[in-house]
């Protein structure tokens, strides 16, 4: 069973910071490339981030980057993406998705695992 659990959400002010936490689980599921998304009221999903696990390669999204930082705890299965210098324009759910195409790719069909989501809402 493949799971992935988000957790680390809240209400913030523009300028603060958050964690976000992807806790994993699933026998193979390890090994999958592990990305963040965000949806905001009435846009379309948006990659944030996304981790290899073995290699730590990472990547991240134009609108966030500079700011956000992904990362990844492999005793954990835990992938953190860490947020900085908030803005009312970063508010949305949050997901954590995995893919078992070996991929890290920012286009959110390529996953096929996702997680319940958690809200991130800034003001301002």
């Known amino acids: 069973q493949v799971q992935l659990v988000e957790s680390g959400g809240g209400l913030v002010q523009a300028g603060d910071s958050l964690r976000l936490s992807c806790a994993t689980s699933g026998r193979t599921f390890s090994s999958y490339p592990v990305g963040w998304f965000r949806q905001a009221p009435g846009k379309e999903r948006e990659f944030v981030a996304g981790i290899r696990w073995s290699s730590g390669d990472t990547a991240v999204g134009d609108s966030v980057k500079g700011r956000f930082t992904i990362s990844r705890d492999n005793a954990k299965k835990t992938v953190y993406l860490q947020m900085n210098s908030l803005k009312p324009e970063d508010t949305g759910v949050y997901y954590c998705?995995?893919?078992?195409?070996?991929?890290?790719?920012?286009?959110?069909?390529?996953?096929?695992?996702w997680g319940q989501g958690t809200q991130v809402t800034v003001s301002s």
């Open positions: 998705a995995a893919t078992s195409r070996m991929v890290l790719a920012s286009t959110p069909r390529i996953y096929d695992y």
